[in-house]
């Protein structure tokens, strides 16, 4: 895994270099032609990876073997800046990152000095093939396999059959890493442009990211020699996928946020604009407080727990497949409905291709399906929570909301109170589904997955927001504590009320639920959500004029 990281210096030129690149180079008029046209636009991509002008695979390559060693927080910030400036292009730069995670978290010593070496050296694209025809979220399901080739007893090689599909950089790049179903389990194994019975499909013709190439792969008989096994030992494979699931979710999630913020900013720069009835949308709260303020609440939740997850990442911690989960569930929901919301509040114009948002919405809709759809992330995240619950005996949520109290009495302006009326009714929703055993019913748990996001993320935006105030937007404190209230104002009134229906709907049988929900509580807690909402407003108005 990536170390702690670079320094805040070389961070800040990097995205300093990559802002300039990208006003010089990727003007909007440039970008909404390869939208057009359908293009992959290789030139831009050996620009970006060209050590002389800006090296960015190297952000993503531990030092040892030439690269920058960045962290998790590093590759978040650049994330965040690739995928407001173009999401398919980003697309592009995260395959190569994919591509080369079995070989970094599973190689042998030599395999990572050798073939993470030469992704350094040579600039070489790369392409990450999981998915196939039959096996997308279930991937255990696949059928690629890999057939040993024996010489005297001993494997020297194997011949790998099958298809792949929907792959990124899948028609470009140089080096492959494939999952196959060896004797032993599936295994990953790299695969090299040109190997002989190794073909690639036309580009898929995609709703958004048309800047990036997706294509099938098909392969039979491919051979490759075995020191092609990743890690040297077959049936790892899975769990080398899952072992960086933490940080590439961080990753895409990065994306989703970057791309909506950048169709909100538009949005809320139009709405200066834009005068309407005598006065200009911006001030007009039937209109800021429906399509601007509760996205950049949501957001700026889903960076806290971005954050959160990519420092804990940097300082060593392994996992985090539940957080990145949470992480990526929320910043690529938040994003996809703030960028439809963008297109909303340009109205017209918001529906054509001129004004950018159009083409950000077909975009950043791809982020709530790769890298784990919103529904797996939704499962993903209930199933572990619902063990924390049943292990601690529901302590794990009453005890954060004990925190999280606590912390209110210190800094009251945080919404830590709101966070922490989302996670008693959390709680008391889990509870009451464990005593009626309700998660018998898989849209009941996977609902959970989507109530838990929501809490937790309204906890570490309040627990963060004056500890860890974040460098990465231009709003101030003040301005993200509003946020803050906003957010875990609404966390608590939709877990208690989506948690209420879904319970009863489901079957419940405690008569006094609503109130064990403290429900009156929750609908009291709403007070001052008007005059925080003109507050963010007029904030979010001064800061993107
Ligand atoms: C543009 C693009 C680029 C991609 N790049 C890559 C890449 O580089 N490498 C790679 O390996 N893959 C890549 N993918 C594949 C991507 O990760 C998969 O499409 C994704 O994981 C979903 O798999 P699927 O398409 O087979 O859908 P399915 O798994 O069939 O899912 C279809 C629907 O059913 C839901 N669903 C699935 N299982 C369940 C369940 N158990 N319970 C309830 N609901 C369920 C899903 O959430 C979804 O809504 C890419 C896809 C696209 C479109």
């Given at each position: 895994?990536?170390?702690?990281?670079?320094?805040?210096?070389t961070?800040?030129?990097?995205?300093?270099?990559?802002?300039?690149?990208?006003?010089?180079?990727?003007t909007?008029?440039?970008?909404?032609?390869?939208?057009?046209?359908?293009?992959?636009?290789?030139?831009?991509?050996?620009?970006?990876?060209?050590?002389?002008?800006?090296?960015?695979?190297?952000?993503?390559?531990?030092?040892?073997?030439?690269?920058?060693?960045?962290?998790?927080?590093?590759?978040?910030?650049?994330?965040?800046?690739?995928?407001?400036?173009?999401?398919?292009?980003?697309?592009?730069?995260?395959?190569?990152?994919?591509?080369?995670?079995?070989?970094?978290?599973?190689?042998?010593?030599?395999?990572?000095?050798?073939?993470?070496?030469?992704?350094?050296?040579?600039?070489?694209?790369?392409?990450?093939?999981?998915?196939?025809?039959?096996?997308?979220?279930?991937?255990?399901?696949?059928?690629?396999?890999?057939?040993?080739?024996?010489?005297?007893?001993?494997?020297?090689?194997?011949?790998?059959?099958?298809?792949?599909?929907?792959?990124?950089?899948?028609?470009?790049?140089?080096?492959?890493?494939?999952?196959?179903?060896?004797?032993?389990?599936?295994?990953?194994?790299?695969?090299?442009?040109?190997?002989?019975?190794?073909?690639?499909?036309?580009?898929?013709?995609?709703?958004?990211?048309?800047?990036?190439?997706?294509?099938?792969?098909?392969?039979?008989?491919?051979?490759v020699?075995a020191?092609?096994?990743?890690?040297?030992?077959?049936?790892?494979?899975?769990?080398?996928?899952?072992?960086?699931?933490?940080?590439?979710?961080?990753?895409?999630?990065?994306?989703?946020?970057?791309?909506?913020?950048?169709?909100?900013?538009?949005?809320?720069?139009?709405?200066?604009?834009?005068?309407?009835?005598?006065?200009?949308?911006?001030?007009?709260?039937?209109?800021?407080?429906?399509?601007?303020?509760?996205?950049?609440?949501?957001?700026?939740?889903?960076?806290?727990?971005?954050?959160?997850?990519?420092?804990?990442?940097?300082?060593?911690?392994?996992?985090?497949q539940?957080?990145?989960?949470?992480?990526?569930?929320?910043?690529?929901?938040?994003?996809?409905?703030?960028?439809?919301?963008?297109?909303?509040?340009?109205?017209?114009?918001?529906?054509?291709?001129?004004?950018?948002?159009e083409?950000?919405?077909?975009?950043?809709?791809?982020?709530?399906?790769?890298?784990?759809?919103?529904?797996?992330?939704?499962?993903?995240?209930?199933?572990?929570?619902?063990?924390?619950?049943?292990?601690?005996?529901?302590?794990?949520?009453?005890?954060?909301?004990?925190?999280l109290?606590?912390l209110?009495?210190?800094?009251?302006?945080n919404?830590?109170?709101?966070?922490?009326?989302?996670?008693?009714?959390?709680?008391?929703?889990?509870?009451?589904?464990?005593?009626?055993?309700?998660?018998?019913?898989?849209?009941?748990?996977?609902?959970?997955?989507?109530?838990?996001?929501?809490?937790?993320?309204?906890?570490?935006?309040?627990?963060?927001?004056?500890?860890?105030?974040?460098?990465?937007?231009?709003?101030?404190?003040?301005?993200?504590?509003?946020?803050?209230?906003?957010?875990?104002?609404?966390?608590?009134?939709?877990?208690?009320?989506?948690g209420?229906?879904?319970?009863?709907?489901?079957?419940?049988?405690?008569?006094?639920?609503?109130?064990?929900?403290?429900?009156?509580?929750?609908?009291?807690?709403?007070?001052?959500?008007v005059?925080?909402?003109?507050?963010?407003?007029?904030?979010?108005?001064?800061?993107?004029?």
């Amino acid at each position: 895994m990536a170390g702690a990281g670079l320094d805040s210096e070389t961070r800040e030129m990097i995205l300093d270099t990559l802002r300039k690149y990208a006003d010089k180079k990727l003007t909007n008029e440039f970008l909404l032609k390869l939208d057009h046209e359908d293009r992959f636009p290789e030139e831009v991509l050996k620009e970006l990876y060209d050590p002389m002008q800006l090296g960015l695979h190297l952000l993503f390559i531990p030092e040892e073997f030439n690269g920058l060693g960045g962290g998790a927080y590093d590759i978040y910030r650049v994330s965040e800046l690739m995928a407001a400036i173009d999401l398919g292009v980003a697309t592009g730069v995260l395959a190569t990152f994919l591509g080369s995670d079995p070989i970094r978290v599973g190689g042998t010593p030599e395999q990572k000095a050798h073939w993470m070496g030469r992704v350094a050296d040579e600039a070489l694209l790369m392409a990450y093939g999981a998915t196939e025809p039959q096996a997308g979220s279930d991937l255990a399901s696949m059928s690629t396999k890999a057939v040993p080739v024996e010489e005297n007893g001993a494997i020297t090689g194997y011949k790998i059959s099958g298809r792949k599909q929907w792959i990124s950089n899948g028609a470009v790049a140089d080096i492959y890493t494939i999952l196959a179903l060896a004797p032993g389990g599936p295994s990953w194994f790299v695969v090299e442009k040109g190997a002989e019975g190794f073909a690639t499909g036309k580009p898929e013709d995609k709703h958004g990211i048309r800047a990036s190439n997706t294509s099938a792969l098909f392969l039979e008989d491919v051979y490759v020699p075995a020191d092609r096994l990743i890690g040297a030992v077959e049936g790892q494979g899975l769990a080398q996928a899952q072992a960086v699931f933490g940080y590439t979710r961080v990753m895409v999630g990065a994306f989703g946020m970057g791309a909506g913020w950048e169709a909100l900013k538009r949005a809320i720069r139009y709405s200066h604009e834009r005068i309407q009835a005598g006065a200009p949308l911006s001030e007009k709260q039937g209109y800021t407080h429906k399509l601007i303020v509760p996205n950049a609440a949501r957001l700026e939740a889903a960076r806290s727990y971005i954050e959160w997850v990519a420092e804990r990442l940097d300082s060593g911690e392994e996992g985090l497949q539940t957080e990145g989960a949470v992480a990526k569930y929320m910043a690529t929901e938040s994003g996809n409905k703030a960028a439809e919301d963008a297109i909303q509040a340009l109205g017209g114009y918001g529906y054509t291709k001129e004004y950018m948002v159009e083409k950000i919405k077909r975009d950043v809709r791809i982020t709530c399906i790769y890298e784990g759809t919103s529904e797996i992330m939704e499962w993903t995240i209930a199933r572990d929570r619902w063990q924390q619950h049943l292990k601690t005996q529901g302590a794990f949520y009453n005890e954060w909301a004990t925190r999280l109290d606590a912390l209110h009495a210190t800094e009251p302006q945080n919404g830590a109170n709101y966070a922490a009326l989302a996670m008693r009714a959390l709680a008391v929703i889990l509870e009451r589904a464990r005593l009626d055993r309700l998660t018998r019913n898989q849209h009941v748990l996977f609902r959970l997955g989507e109530l838990i996001a929501w809490a937790e993320t309204a906890a570490v935006f309040a627990e963060r927001v004056t500890q860890k105030p974040t460098e990465a937007v231009n709003l101030d404190v003040p301005t993200r504590q509003a946020l803050a209230r906003i957010h875990g104002r609404a966390a608590a009134l939709k877990v208690a009320t989506d948690g209420l229906q879904w319970a009863i709907g489901a079957g419940q049988t405690d008569p006094n639920l609503a109130g064990s929900l403290n429900l009156p509580g929750i609908y009291a807690a709403q007070a001052g959500l008007v005059d925080d909402m003109n507050f963010a407003r007029d904030q979010l108005n001064h800061a993107f004029k």
